[in-house]
Every structure is written in structure tokens, then in C-alpha cells.
């Protein structure tokens, strides 16, 4: 294909995206396709031949469509949603395009001190201290290794990186027990062990760890010879939303000198909102936090936006310097490639800056106020038909419900109607050891009709079960 060529493809290609968008609602939101649909379109070996684009392009609406769940439905409500503004998905086109490898400051001085400049808006924008220094990561789960990955180093004395695990004192880490399983996941990877996540039990209405457990917890660990390394807390947990007494949690790191992780990965994008930021009162004494501009703020995935205390704890875990990646001839030049655990590195700051100059902060605090309020206008709807529970109240656009007297079964019964009917996609999760149906809002075009339409949908398929 010359590059001629692609121009008309690109054109043709933002033609059908925009109608893709457009036309959404009239899509069911999950994939409709059994298992292996796919597959059995696709050639066991690659073509030996090329062809031409526009054959690619109808086996595409053909092969890969019937097979996509549709995370851009404005009536999403199952997973946080990975959104995709348009100004947004214009930018990455634009990155795509160039295609830097933006490792170095010198391999994109432009990409690098935009990055800088963008975590400097948001931490503004959050209401964070000017203390506060960003990297944009690719995901939460990521920004959360490179956090566990520091707690180990510094309560090794930032030996482990040197020396191997091996014969190195047991350390421990503590969290809730509501935590997403990326904590789990990195608990592994930093070869820490699973044996050595601690989670504490929570209590009251937003499942908060407590800080009783907490601190008896640490005590019994430093007794037995043990060496407590981090705590890791929440804002707006997946399962549920819980949110830990981050005062709380920061007082007591503080008293056992220990690194502190704050994973807000959904709800930070509302702490944009300042009604909302009681939620994360005492996230500006944590040493590290994490929020997802592509979940709620509308950012195209992927983009991630992790927030330091003190850098060089975090560089002095990740940072290597062969010779070919030194810039000679510079002085105070940020490498994010030191920042984060992959050397190789996107553009990504380039679609916060097209999003946030063109929706402007107010805009894009509007859409968010407006998906805490339809979310819980609709829990309030629900909570008024008898034959409806609310398990867990909402925090922010994220709460619990259930049938009335329905069995872990019945639930999951429902859920699957629902999800097969494809007006809506919900999804399940469990609260106190039961089975409840979990809905959120946060899909970047979503409307007030999309709820009525949830309402409907719910208490239709409910009552024809």
C-alpha cells in the first residue's frame, strides 16, 4: 500500500467509524457469537498472496464484528469502561502515524515533555500537591507492579534487584480484602509469594480496611521476624467500590516507615469533581496512586496515570543504563523508560492533551456528575419495586442489587438473560459471600435514556423469569 493509498483508506476507515458510533444503540452490547465462531472464519495458514484492502475490510464487518462486545455501547454498564473519545482516538490515530518509540527524552523530546506536563495538569486537576511528579503507564496492574517492586527494594535496602530473593528475609504486604486481583497477580511476579499478602478484613458501608486488624497485623509479623514492606489501599474497588480510611492507612505507614500504593484505577477520574473527593480524603500522604484516564476520563486505552512522592525511590528500582541509552550532552532530561517497567514506551501523553483542551475540565467533569447521577436515579428506581434488593449502596455510579429472595443460581440466571438480550451487559460479582448482580456507569456518550432502558430491561427480564 503507498501512502497515497492509505489516505483514502483512512478516510474510508474514519467514515466507518464515525457511522460505528452513531448506529451503536441499535447493537446488541455483548457478543452474540458461541465459542469458536470466529475461528472457524479464519484460514488455518497465512495467505502466501496479498490482497486488496477492500476485501480485508468486508471480511472485517464479516468475521471480526459479530464477535466484538461493543465497549463503546453508551448502555455498557458490566466492567469499568474502557472509553474512547473522539478527540482522543483522533490523537492515538495521530501517535500511530508517527509512530515514536518514546523512551528517552531523546527519542521524542516532545512526547516526554509533554508527558510531564500532562501528569502536571492532572495532578492539578485532581487536587493533588505540586509534590506529586507523574509517568503515564499502560494499565493500573502495571503502575501497581512497579509500586510492590519499590516496596521490596526499599525494605531490602535496595538489594534484592543485586543479590536474588533467595535467602532474603520474609516480607510482607498488606492490603483489603477487597482489592482487584492485580495485586494478587503482582504480589507473584515480584516473587514475594502469595503466602505474604496479607489482606485485612473490612467494615461499614464502603467495606474500609481496618485499621485495628491492620495494625495487629503488622505487629504480629514484626514479632515473628518478619518484615513488613508496603501497604497497598483503594479508592473504589472493583468488585464493590470500597474505599479504605486512607488517613487511617497513611497514619499507620507512617508510624512502621512503610511505602504506601493507593490504587484508585476507576474512581480517581472523579476526584476531577471536588464534591467527590471525600472518597480519597488522605490520598496526598501516600508515596504512590494510580488512576486510569482511560476508564472514566475518557482517554482511548491505553494510559495510565501514576503519581510519585519521590521519584528516584522508583528509579532507583527500575532505572538500568547501558551505554546506548545515555544522553550525552544534556543536562535535567526526564527518561521515562527509568520509570516504568517496559523500556520501550508510547505516546500516550499526545491523547490527554487533545482531551483535555478540547472537552476542558468542566466538560468533562459534567459527564461524570451526570453518570453518578443517572446511576443512582436508577438505584433509587429499583430500590422502590418490591421485588428488588440494593446489597451495597452506591459510590459513585457503582452499587449492588439483586431479585428478592433469589438464590445465587436465580441471580446468575438473570444476569445471563439480561446479557443475552442485548439491550444492556451487566455483570455479577459476590458481596459477603452472596451473588449479586454489579452495575456502574461510565461509558464516555452514555444518556439518560440508556438508564431508563436499563430499567426496563431489568425488570422485565426479572419478572417474565
Known amino acids: 500500500m503507498s501512502w497515497n493509498d492509505f489516505a483514502k483508506h483512512a478516510k474510508d476507515a474514519a467514515d466507518w467509524g464515525a457511522a460505528y458510533h452513531t448506529t451503536l444503540r441499535d447493537r446488541p452490547v455483548r457478543a452474540q457469537t458461541a465459542p469458536g465462531d470466529t475461528a472457524r472464519q479464519?484460514?488455518?495458514?497465512p495467505p502466501e498472496d496479498g490482497c486488496d484492502l477492500g476485501a480485508i475490510m468486508a471480511d472485517f464487518e464479516k468475521v471480526v464484528m459479530p464477535g466484538i462486545t461493543h465497549w463503546q455501547h453508551p448502555?455498557?454498564?458490566?466492567?469499568?469502561?474502557?472509553?474512547?473519545?473522539?478527540?482522543?482516538?483522533?490523537?492515538?490515530?495521530?501517535?500511530?502515524?508517527?509512530?515514536?518509540?518514546c523512551m528517552l527524552w531523546q527519542t521524542s523530546p516532545a512526547a516526554t515533555e509533554m508527558e510531564t506536563r500532562m501528569m502536571e495538569w492532572l495532578c492539578h486537576g485532581l487536587g493533588l500537591?505540586?509534590?506529586?511528579q507523574g509517568v503515564i503507564q499502560d494499565s493500573a496492574s502495571s503502575a501497581t507492579l512497579a509500586a510492590v517492586l519499590t516496596m521490596r527494594e526499599r525494605a531490602l535496602n535496595f538489594r534484592g534487584n543485586i543479590e536474588g530473593l533467595h535467602g532474603a528475609p520474609q516480607l510482607r504486604i498488606y492490603c483489603s480484602d477487597q482489592v482487584h486481583s492485580s495485586i494478587d497477580?503482582?504480589?507473584?511476579?515480584?516473587?514475594?509469594g502469595s503466602d505474604n499478602l496479607v489482606k485485612i478484613r473490612t467494615t461499614g458501608d464502603l467495606r474500609s480496611m481496618d485499621p485495628l486488624d491492620l495494625e495487629t497485623a503488622i505487629a504480629e509479623d514484626k514479632a515473628a521476624g518478619r518484615i513488613p514492606a508496603g501497604i497497598i489501599a483503594a479508592t473504589g474497588a472493583t468488585g464493590m467500590g470500597a474505599c479504605d480510611d486512607l488517613e487511617a492507612v497513611a497514619a499507620i505507614a507512617k508510624e512502621h516507615?512503610?511505602?504506601?500504593?493507593?490504587?484508585?484505577?476507576?474512581?480517581?477520574?472523579?476526584?476531577?469533581c471536588p464534591e467527590f473527593r471525600a472518597l480519597w480524603t488522605g490520598a496526598d500522604q501516600f508515596d504512590s496512586i494510580v488512576f486510569n484516564p482511560h476508564k472514566w476520563l475518557g482517554a482511548q486505552f491505553d494510559c495510565a496515570a501514576h503519581f510519585l512522592r519521590d521519584q528516584d525511590v522508583l528509579r532507583q528500582t527500575l532505572a538500568i543504563r547501558p551505554e546506548y541509552l545515555k544522553t550525552h550532552g544534556t543536562e535535567d532530561v526526564?527518561?521515562?523508560?527509568?520509570?516504568?517497567i517496559p523500556l520501550g514506551r508510547r505516546f500516550r501523553a499526545l491523547k490527554l492533551w487533545f482531551l483535555m483542551r478540547h472537552y476542558g475540565m468542566e466538560g468533562l467533569r459534567t459527564r461524570i456528575r451526570n453518570h453518578v447521577k443517572w446511576s443512582q436515579a436508577l438505584c433509587e428506581r429499583l430500590r422502590a419495586e418490591a421485588d428488588f434488593v440494593i446489597v451495597t449502596e452506591p459510590i459513585l455510579s457503582l452499587w449492588t442489587f439483586k431479585a428478592a429472595g433469589a438464590s445465587d443460581d436465580q441471580t446468575q440466571a438473570l444476569v445471563d438473560a439480561i446479557n443475552d438480550d442485548g439491550r444492556i451487559y451487566l455483570t455479577q460479582t459476590l458481596v459477603d459471600g452472596q451473588k449479586v448482580?454489579?452495575?456502574?456507569?461510565?461509558?464516555?456518550?452514555c444518556e439518560e435514556r440508556d438508564f431508563n432502558t436499563a430499567f426496563d430491561t431489568i425488570t422485565e427480564l426479572a419478572r417474565a423469569m
Open 437 to 445: 448482580i454489579r452495575f456502574t456507569a461510565g461509558q464516555f456518550d
Open 129 to 132: 500537591p505540586d509534590i506529586y
Open 257 to 272: 516507615d512503610l511505602y504506601t500504593h493507593l490504587d484508585a484505577a476507576w474512581a480517581g477520574s472523579a476526584m476531577i
Open 75 to 101: 448502555r455498557f454498564f458490566a466492567y469499568f469502561s474502557s472509553n474512547a473519545a473522539p478527540a482522543s482516538v483522533l490523537a492515538e490515530f495521530l501517535a500511530s502515524i508517527i509512530a515514536p518509540q
Open 185 to 192: 497477580r503482582a504480589i507473584w511476579v515480584a516473587g514475594i
Open 334 to 340: 526526564t527518561d521515562y523508560s527509568e520509570w516504568s
Open 42 to 45: 479464519l484460514d488455518d495458514t
